[in-house]
């Protein structure tokens, strides 16, 4: 009972979050403030009243229209909405709010909030990568700083391995990009390795690398297969690479013990 009523509240809280997420998206586009300004309709610059700011149900009532120019809105909007809610209750059931009375409260806080502010950040490079193509240095870099100092509390990844992970994967794409002469990766994936590496660790960062690999060219072969796209145009990695380290980060300890029994085993 108590279950539900915590998991409803943190369905209306992703969601809300996610309404502001897609704010952030539109606007590091356009190099606008966050924080102050109404929201507007992108097509015809109508402020938006607090009816048509309901996420998710703004747009299943309006069919996904603009309520003032009847323009279509983007399904980036409920989508990341959606994904957010979705993922903040999978980091919720990680870490069970009742910890935070039952365990030492205020450090078991900081490390729930951490995870969600992660989650958050990696939603939205997600978002702009396959968008735009581009991952965005104004959220990349603090959120670096951030996941460095993260892992001063963070049980669950020490500083040291999070310092290697960071040098690591960040040096790992910048090698892949001299390789390649800038063929195969760009400078933002560096930027985004260095806080994939310092928020995982660099074991989990392994992990998270294999995956991101794995399923990216899995989705490449299939895009070209069904002529989606030629050889030569990209698939944004960073797309790949922020659901895999999201992944990795909830389960990654799991995977990697469930894999050493699996050879173990054998
Ligand atoms: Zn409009």
Redesign the pocket.
Known sequence: MLLSFVSIFVVIFGLLVGSFLNVVIYRLKVKKTVVRGRSF??????TLRLIDLIPLFSFIFQKGR??????KISWQYPLVELVTATTFLLVFFKFPIANVYLSEGSEYGTLLAGYLVFTAVLIIIFTYDLKHYLIPDRIVLPATILALAFSWINPNVDWLPALIGSVMVGGFFALIIFLTKGKGMGWGDVKLGLFVGALLGWQVSLLALLIAFVSGSIVGVGLILAKKKGWKSQVPFGTFLTVATFICLLWGEEIVQWYVGMLELG
């Open positions: 309709c992108p097509h015809c610059q109508h603009c309520r003032y120019c009847n323009k």
